[in-house]
């Protein structure tokens, strides 16, 4: 059974930093990344690094210099480095696994950047 458990959210100021980690159980994945929500809003892309290129990485233009995304393969999890933190990145940070269709979904993790 596969599970992406997400930890490492919480509060913080302006300017600060954070680190998620999302571990994944069951199987392996070629593509991992993170989506984020704020209330009222559509869900969005952040970040995504890619196993089958190298490990390759994409970024959001409004995350691009500040977060950084990464991967233990050995432990099956991916991380997601945010520093600079800005109110505006305040949301609901999700992990995901192949996203698409047929993809997986972490339960979500509540980031707050406070002004």
């Known amino acids: 059974q596969v599970q992406l458990v997400e930890s490492g959210g919480g509060l913080v100021q302006a300017g600060g930093s954070l680190r998620l980690s999302c571990a994944a159980s069951g199987r392996t994945f070629s593509t991992m990344g993170w989506f984020r929500q704020a209330p009222g809003k559509e869900r969005e892309f952040v970040a995504a690094?890619?196993?089958?290129?190298?490990?390759?990485?994409s970024y959001a233009d409004s995350v691009k210099g500040r977060f950084t995304i990464s991967r233990d393969n050995a432990k099956n999890t991916v991380y997601l480095q945010m520093n600079s933190l800005k109110p505006e990145d305040t949301a609901v940070y999700y992990c995901?696994?192949?996203?698409?269709?047929?993809?997986?979904w972490g339960q979500g993790t509540q980031v707050t950047v406070s002004s």
């Open positions: 690094i890619f196993s089958w290129n190298g490990g390759s990485t």
């Open positions: 995901a696994a192949d996203p698409g269709p047929k993809g997986y």
